[in-house]
Nanobody, 118 residues
Framework: QVQLVESGGGLVQPGGSLRLSCAASGVFFSLYAMGWYRQAPGNQRELVAFISSGGTTGYVPSVAGRFTISRDNAKNTVYLQMNNLKPEDTAVYYC????????????WGQGTQVTVSS
């Protein structure tokens, strides 16, 4: 059974930083592409950052240069380092496994809330 568990969300002031983690179990993690999605109230869930099994990364333009996705296959964990956070980054962030840049995979975490506010 695939399980994804996110952590690291919270309340941060504009300009601050957070690092999200997603620990995976029940999958051959190193073979899976991983993605971070977010969903703000009233909005559709959107892909924020993507990392392939080989380590190739991609970002939505609104976070490029501020967010960094990385993976540690030895720890079955994917990270999202978020710097220079803005109020519009406020959302629930979800980890996803097994997708592509255009289609989400079947496996989701429970989500972690990120709130950027002064």
């Amino acid at each position: 059974q695939v399980q994804l568990v996110e952590s690291g969300g919270g309340l941060v002031q504009p300009g601050g930083s957070l690092r999200l983690s997603c620990a995976a179990s029940g999958v051959f993690f190193s073979l899976y592409a991983m993605g971070w999605y977010r969903q703000a109230p009233g909005n559709q869930r959107e892909l924020v950052a993507f990392i392939s099994s080989g380590g190739t990364t991609g970002y939505v333009p609104s976070v490029a240069g501020r967010f960094t996705i990385s993976r540690d296959n030895a720890k079955n964990t994917v990270y999202l380092q978020m710097n220079n956070l803005k109020p519009e980054d406020t959302a629930v962030y979800y980890c996803n496994a097994g997708g592509s840049r255009s289609v989400a995979g079947d496996h989701w975490g429970q989500g972690t809330q990120v709130t950027v506010s002064s």
